[in-house]
């Protein structure tokens, strides 16, 4: 059974940097049709893809981040990364990391993690 | 961006009801259309992917239709367990992007 769990700290200031951590268990994070994500979720709001990094090691990234993001993995730990900088009081949210299964050809987010509370505060 | 809509925001139904939860995709998406369940302090799981492709595990009584720019996600005869919030994904085009979510309340 594959599992995903997140890690990193509750609690950011404006302006710093957060790094979170997803390690993956069930599963190796280097093979097969599989991505691996980070969504976010603001508190009532809808959830909004953040990025993803590939079995092959490949990177893609929300436009709307992709100057304050970076995605990468540790294969010998079976763990992916996130790492957003310039923080502000928007980018508080709950983050998920997610497994995105593309055998189908129809992607989807089969497995989850059961996501990490961040808040950007002072 | 591609636009995900979910209208109504909300629904009122009782156990047994018959639901259908609309989706709307600003552009031509194909199939390329996932259902996810989310109940609250729970991360999302997914339903159905491929526009009507039941994930394994998920009980029958949920099914979906649509293709192109409308789609539909349906409840045959609802359960208590039912009751949560559900969220519509295109994966057409990066970046993937959520409808707003229809939340599924008790009448």
């Known amino acids: 059974q594959v599992q995903l769990q997140e890690s990193g700290p509750g609690l950011v200031k404006p302006s710093q940097t957060l790094s979170l951590t997803c390690t993956v268990s069930?599963?190796?994070?280097?093979?097969?049709?599989?991505?691996w994500s980070w969504i976010r979720q603001p508190a009532g709001k809808r959830l909004e893809w953040i990025g993803r990094?590939?079995?092959?090691?490949?990177?893609d990234y929300n436009p709307s981040l992709k100057s304050r993001l970076t995605i990468s993995r540790d294969s010998s730990k079976n763990q992916f990364s996130l790492k957003l900088t310039s923080l502000i009081a928007a980018d508080t949210a709950v983050y998920y990391c997610?497994?995105?299964?593309?055998?189908?050809?129809?992607?989807?987010?089969?497995?989850w993690g059961q996501g990490t509370r961040v808040a950007v505060s002072s | 961006d591609i636009q995900m809509t979910q209208s109504p925001s909300s629904l009122s139904a009782s156990v047994g009801d018959r639901v259908i939860i609309p989706c709307r995709a600003s552009?031509?998406?194909?199939?390329?259309l996932s259902w996810y369940q989310q109940k609250p302090g729970k991360a999302p799981q997914l339903l159905i992917y491929?526009?009507?492709t039941l994930q394994s595990g998920v009980p029958s009584r949920f099914s979906a239709s649509g293709s192109g720019t409308d789609f539909t996600l349906t409840i045959s005869s609802l359960q208590p367990e039912d009751f949560a919030t559900y969220y519509c994904?295109?994966?057409?085009?990066?970046?993937?992007?959520f409808g707003q979510g229809t939340r599924l309340e008790v009448k």
């Open positions: 997610a497994r995105e299964n593309g055998y189908t050809d129809y992607y989807n987010f089969d497995r």
């Open positions: 069930g599963d190796s994070i280097s093979r097969g049709s599989y991505y």
């Open positions: 990094i590939s079995a092959g090691g490949s990177t």
């Open positions: 552009q031509n998406i194909g199939r390329s």
């Open positions: 491929a526009a009507f």
């Open positions: 994904q295109q994966s057409h085009r990066l970046p993937s992007t």
